[in-house]
């Protein structure tokens, strides 16, 4: 760990270098206790989970996080470029400059949302560049994952920066998160070729009238185009609004964008899974024990740090069985036939879920994995391997659920 980079309520930011690969990275140290006095620990919490979903080249990249008594440790990617607002504060950008700059926020939000994020305070001051002129978004703090969502399906949190934020949030009476963001694009987009905002006065609620009329004016130096495109963006009816599909088939916007390779990664884990599924594996006379610390905290979503500290177990779903592992494995096979799955089987008591259809990311893949905490009591652990996170979610909650009911005890969280 080096110098001070910056510091907040509950954390300090260390510039820090991987010694087996001289990396530079940034060091997020946070203090539990004070998190923990403030009621902040879920905000945290939520903070990690959500960098930890949302891996994307736009997107500042968590690599690891360890913990003692008193602190957290998060290690992030070191982006050196400094804050987009300050490069806004020197003056209005290029035309070109802005639109590079756009297309790359509009991907990455793009991104989050196919993984169920909604950012929520989208703003130059958090998103950074790195030393090639790249966006980086960063501070998922106040960001909202679909638990978040209430019966009727919005979310109802009022947050963000006042200047910011979407007219519909301002009302409280429930908003889509991924409307709000693209209205937060709108004013980036803005800000980026005036030089200043949209929406500007003295008494803030002067300004939230002109937020809630869509009132203002864009300035000579604007191209017809981009006009045009923010006129779409800064609509006040979220249902009106341009959504992001629309927002990449706009010609100023596709003018030099190539999309970002996000998701090479995950296809080449799956490849290489694939390759090792291949390989004959002896069978074990007994599936993986599971320890009771792992079972309890596990199971009990009070207790649940584990999304913190480990990425094994991570973004999956987990339940108990009275039945013996080598009956699991018959009932999941038989259901991944019934919902049309093709089986890949990885050891004894692990097969792999391959869907036949591209998804929204595509092909879904989902590893099923079979562990013993005692010898009336199984765990099976559900885990995704590639694939869209909210199909994954959807064939957790509505495809594997009913499939397996005569053989579950309890689903976690239940």
Not at 52 to 63: A, D, T
Not at 209 to 234: D, G, M, Y
Request: charged share 30%.
């Amino acid at each position: 760990m080096g110098r001070l980079l910056g510091q907040g309520t509950f954390a300090k930011v260390f510039y820090g270098k991987l010694l087996n690969s001289g990396d530079s990275v940034a060091i997020k140290v946070i203090n539990k206790d004070r998190v923990r006095k403030e009621g902040m620990m879920d905000q945290i919490q939520r903070e990690i989970s959500v960098m930890r979903l949302v891996r994307h080249p736009n997107v500042v990249e968590i690599k690891e996080v360890m913990a003692t008594k008193t602190k957290i440790f998060v290690i992030m990617e070191y982006v050196k470029g400094g804050e987009l607002f300050k490069k806004v504060s020197k003056g209005r950008l290029k035309e070109d400059q802005a639109r590079k700059y756009f297309q790359q926020i509009i991907s990455a939000v793009d991104f989050c949302h196919s993984r169920g994020v909604f950012h929520r305070d989208l703003k130059p001051e958090n998103i950074l560049l790195d030393e090639n002129e790249n966006i980086k978004i960063s501070d998922f703090g106040l960001s909202a994952l679909p638990e978040h969502l209430r019966h009727d399906g919005l979310l109802h949190t009022w947050c963000g920066t006042p200047a910011y934020v979407a007219p519909e949030v301002l009302r409280r009476k429930g908003y889509d998160g991924s409307k709000a963001d693209i209205w937060s694009c709108g004013v980036i987009l803005f800000v980026l070729l005036a030089g200043f905002l949209p929406f500007r006065d003295e008494n803030i609620m002067d300004m939230y009238r002109k937020v809630f009329r869509a009132e203002f004016e864009c300035p000579p130096w604007f191209s017809s185009e981009s006009k045009r495109l923010i006129s779409k963006l800064l609509v006040v009816d979220p249902c009106k609004r341009i959504t992001i599909p629309a927002i990449m088939r706009v010609p100023w916007f596709v003018k030099g964008f190539t999309r970002p390779t996000a998701f090479s990664l995950d296809h080449e884990k799956c490849e290489e899974e694939e390759k090792k599924s291949d390989i004959l594996i002896a069978p074990s006379m007994a599936p993986t024990f599971f320890n009771a610390f792992e079972f309890i905290s596990s199971m009990s979503s009070g207790f649940d740090l584990s999304s913190l500290f480990e990425t094994k177990r991570n973004a999956g779903s987990m339940f108990t069985s009275r039945f013996n592992a080598l009956a699991i494995m018959s009932k999941l096979e038989a259901a991944a036939k019934g919902l049309r799955f093709k089986i890949v089987r990885m050891k004894e008591y692990k097969l792999k879920f391959q869907g036949v259809s591209e998804g929204r990311k595509g092909r879904l893949s989902v590893t099923a994995e079979v562990f013993e905490v005692a010898p009336e009591v199984a765990v099976v652990q559900f885990s995704k391997a590639a694939g869209d996170t909210l199909e994954y979610v959807k064939f957790c909650e509505e495809d594997v659920r009913p499939a397996l009911k005569d053989i579950v005890w309890s689903w976690q969280g239940d």
